[in-house]
């Protein structure tokens, strides 16, 4: 009797603890080039290996997947996919010289993007926070409880065409303050695809992207030459914000804010007299990396 008890024990922790070995995500952290900072790997992988909610894998078995798929340099959302599969890993981290970028290995989607500086141990800490911030963003996406972003088309409604890069930059500074925020961003060469073919590289894809917030992005000029509006149409609701074309960084940071707390929305308004001459050449809003 007593030990059909202790096997019975035995059982129920042995289940107990693949439940939550299930629940921790397995990490890849790989170079994106030759330039990092002196140690900072080396500091990273350390911080990361005896940390209970990540399991690191092991730096000979990703550098030989590497040197057996012939990729090296820059990676992105697709190259997190391939590898991810080939690792079976849950988590994909980049790390550059002026930036740490997390990815989640099955989706593409993106759970942190946060730029370095060349301060060794602001960059360690930066990088372990990104980490550990992903690993707590793919734990609640597992559970259907991560907000899920992703821009499918940018307009630019009445700017000059040679403005389109400082439009692109701003939509850049809108997704890292969603993923700053808490979000999940699905890169847009990515959500454009998945909305074409209807499929992920999981059996859930069809849920992921109805749970995608789609975003709509319009700018316009503001009610001088020296503004932008920059509205956001998520389904039926909208957002806005007007911001100077010099400095859009407050007003990308307020849409940012309300498409996480939609609590309210507005309908269009009416036409703004706009003044109509033609703006200054605008600067591109500079995203460290």
Request: with cysteine; glycine share 6%; aromatic share 6%.
């Amino acid at each position: 009797m007593r030990l059909i008890l202790f096997l019975t024990a035995l059982f129920c922790l042995s289940i107990s603890g693949y439940a939550k070995e299930e629940n921790v995500p397995r990490l890849a952290l790989v170079c994106g080039g030759n330039s990092l900072p002196e140690g900072l790997l080396a500091l990273t992988e350390a911080d990361l290996f005896d940390d209970s909610g990540i399991v690191m894998i092991e730096r000979t078995e990703i550098d030989k997947i590497l040197s057996e798929q012939k990729i090296s340099g820059l990676f992105g959302s697709a190259d997190a996919m391939q590898l991810g599969r080939i690792l079976q890993v849950n988590i994909f981290a980049v790390l550059e010289r002026r930036s740490v970028v997390v990815f989640d290995a099955e989706t593409g989607l993106r759970y942190a993007d946060e730029s370095l500086s060349d301060d060794l141990e602001s960059s360690r800490d930066k990088v372990a926070r990104a980490i550990k911030d992903s690993a707590r963003k793919w734990r609640k996406r597992e559970n259907n409880e991560l907000p899920l972003f992703g821009v499918l088309e940018v307009r630019n409604a009445d700017f000059p065409v040679e403005r389109d890069a400082w439009c692109k930059a701003v939509v850049g500074l809108l997704e890292r303050e969603l993923l700053e925020n808490g979000a999940g961003v699905l890169e847009r060469s990515r959500l454009v695809m998945v909305s074409r073919e209807r499929t992920l590289t999981r059996n859930d894809s069809n849920h992921l992207l109805a749970s995608m917030n789609q975003i709509d992005l319009e700018f316009t000029r503001g009610k001088t030459v020296k503004t932008f509006i920059v509205t956001a149409r998520i389904g039926e609701k909208i957002f806005r914000e007007e911001g100077p074309v010099e400095a859009p960084f407050d007003a990308v940071k307020k849409l940012a804010g309300k498409m996480l707390r939609p609590d309210k929305t507005v309908t269009d308004p009416p036409q703004l007299e706009i003044d109509r001459e033609m703006a200054a050449p605008l600067k591109t809003p500079h995203i460290e990396r």
